[in-house]
């Protein structure tokens, strides 16, 4: 029996991986070849460089979506070669720099409501200032109306805005103020007008009684209304009083400067009175006993407080004289307030 020579190692190993390759099953092949380029020569150019453009039909996009970017745009223009006449473009490639450009550029203010107001608030700062100082709008003198007794100058100087810009004029405190500085004026009206125009219109009060008590002289006008005499008027009813009249209320309503001194009703009494008064004799007032005068013969005579019945109070007065003289009495006193009970002192 004849024995097999053993082959050596290295051959026996040569064998083993030959039969395992024979063992393990066939590789799939790739479908897609291994020597293909990853990309397609003829749509890479250098810049400067012709570039062939082909076109091809446009596939419907529901079949294929067409491809994005500028290699999709390549590989359209060379698939559509057929259906589109043949070009040549050309890219050029080149740089601009850095350069920065500026224009020139005008910076507004951002104004605010802020700056509005105070622009404003000086601007009307500065006109009141002019019109506060300017000469156009200060007062001179005022236009006085319907003063008789009362001089312009007076009124002027009661005033009290010569010199002065026409907006510190109120023409209501003036008012008051020419009340007050001359209560003889009845009322006072002051107009306003720009630019430096004053008119005041005055009536004054006219007096019809001098009125004499305790070594003062005042006039009363019809109103009964006492004042200060201020020039002279003629054929004013004198009247020398012991006391002021009784029963005066002041009237809540009125001012102190319209607050009667005497009531109007004795007012009119003792004008109605006068012609009855002998000549060059002082007609008198009495708190209590009212209005007469003195007679020369050495007594007084009074009327009583109003002149109702007064032709009557004449008869029965002359008729008690008449009797003193024939009788011989020399009476002081004799008052025929009340016709039906005349007394005599």
């Known amino acids: ?55 091809r039909p446009i596939q419907s996009p529901a079949v294929k979506k067409p491809a994005q970017g500028r290699h999709a745009r390549g590989m359209a223009t060379v698939r559509g070669s057929k259906a589109r006449p043949e070009r040549k473009s050309y890219d050029v490639a080149f740089s601009v720099g850095r350069t920065d450009v500026r224009a020139p ?15 404003l608030t000086l601007l009307l700062g500065f006109m009141l200032y002019t019109m506060w100082t300017a000469s156009t709008f200060t007062v001179s003198a005022a236009a006085v109306s319907g003063n008789e007794r009362i001089t312009t100058e007076d009124v002027n100087g009661g005033l009290g805005v010569s010199g002065e810009p026409i907006f510190k004029v109120v023409p209501t405190q003036i008012e008051n103020n020419l009340r007050t500085v001359f209560p003889d004026l009845a009322s006072v009206k002051v107009q306003v007008s720009f630019p430096n125009h004053v008119a005041v219109k005055v009536i004054e009060r006219m007096p019809v009684l ?54 109007p009703a004795m007012v009119n009494a003792i004008v109605a009175l006068a012609p009855y008064v002998p000549q060059g004799v002082s007609m008198t007032y009495d708190p209590q006993y009212g209005m007469g005068w003195q ?49 005599y002192k």
């Open 295 to 343: 007679d020369p013969r050495g007594w007084s005579v009074y009327f009583g407080q109003n002149i109702q019945n007064i032709q009557m109070k004449l008869k029965v007065y002359q008729s008690m004289v008449d009797t003193f003289i024939r009788q011989g009495i020399q009476p002081t006193l004799i008052s025929v307030e009340y016709l039906d009970a005349p007394f």
């Open 105 to 119: 550029v005008l910076t507004m203010p951002q104004l605010g409501p802020r700056w509005v107001s105070g622009v």
């Open 210 to 263: 001098i009125w004499y008590q305790d070594g003062k002289t005042t006039w009363i006008d019809q109103n009964g209304v006492a004042f200060m005499p201020r020039g002279e008027v003629q054929g004013l009813v004198q009247v020398f009083a012991t006391g002021s009249p009784r029963g005066l209320i002041p009237d809540e309503n009125k001012s102190i400067l319209d607050q009667v001194f005497i009531q």
């Open 1 to 55: 029996m004849t024995t097999k020579p053993t082959p050596p190692r290295s051959e026996l190993i040569r064998q083993r991986r030959t039969s395992e390759k024979s063992t393990k099953p066939p590789a799939r092949r790739s479908t897609r070849s291994s020597s293909r380029p990853a990309f397609r020569p003829q749509t890479v150019y250098l810049p400067g460089e012709a570039r062939r453009v082909t076109s």
